[in-house]
């Protein structure tokens, strides 16, 4: 089963501005990921944020972890058409191997 | 980071029939990922594969249907059994990160089935 949502479902921005994509989850974790997924083929890794950080940076990626709130958000500065993509978090649970739950995701369409 | 290759690529299949998926990386790792993506949803695991064990198979998944081969470190195969239309997914397998940071996952480029 899903651990969380991830809103919004689809967000449509023009190139040049941020796109804010939030996951919420519900169980403890170890660790939260962020992959990307470009028209249904495999998924590529962004970044991985432990569950004792607060934040974490990429290039023009901005990663934020709130374990109080059981959030995340991924924050793409300066979009370009070439991040139209979909977005997933996944969370690796607390205890055992290292087992990921994915959310929902977030359709993400940047404009030229 | 890990290079995972899947064969086939795409298939079609007609109800009723069994496909076998393979996933190949390009090092030796511990523990592999299956994963399913239906039609414009997101990704659940069906199982985790390591060498030399039985696979562990999650909530709502079973062996009959997703028979799982790891015969060694770097290869293992995913079997698709008695197909109907709602198999009809993507399939991803994926692998720990043996190099750097072990929570992180590889997915290879999936296996897109529609059973018919």
């Known amino acids: 089963s899903q651990q969380g949502e991830e809103d919004p479902q689809a967000l449509s921005i023009q190139e040049g501005e941020n796109a804010t994509m939030n996951c919420s989850y519900k169980t403890s974790i170890n660790n939260l990921q962020w992959y990307r997924q470009n028209s249904g083929r495999g998924l590529v890794h962004l970044i991985l944020?432990?569950?004792?950080?607060r934040e974490k940076h990429s290039g023009r990626l901005r990663v934020t972890l709130d374990t109080s709130k059981k959030s995340s958000s991924l924050l793409i500065t300066a979009s370009r058409a070439a991040d139209t993509a979909s977005y997933f978090c996944?969370?690796?649970?607390?205890?055992?191997?290292?087992?990921?739950?994915f959310g929902a995701g977030t359709r993400l369409a940047v404009h030229p | 980071s890990a290079v995972i290759s899947q064969k086939p690529s795409r298939d079609i299949c007609q109800r009723g029939t069994s496909l076998t998926i393979q996933c190949q990386v390009d090092?030796?790792?511990?523990?592999m990922f299956w994963y399913r993506q239906q039609p414009g949803q997101s990704l659940t695991l069906i199982a985790t594969?390591?060498?030399?064990?039985?696979?562990?198979?999650e909530s709502g998944f079973v062996i009959d249907k997703f028979p799982i081969s790891r015969p060694n470190l770097t290869f293992s195969t995913l079997t698709v059994s008695n197909m109907s239309p709602e198999d009809s997914s993507i399939y991803l397998c994926s692998v720990e990160d043996s190099q750097g940071m072990r929570e992180t996952q590889y997915f290879g480029p999936g296996t897109r089935l529609l059973v018919l």
């Open positions: 594969a390591n060498q030399g064990s039985e696979a562990t198979y």
């Open positions: 996944a969370t690796g649970l607390s205890g055992g191997y290292n087992k990921l739950i």
């Open positions: 944020i432990r569950s004792n950080e």
């Open positions: 090092s030796q790792v511990t523990m």
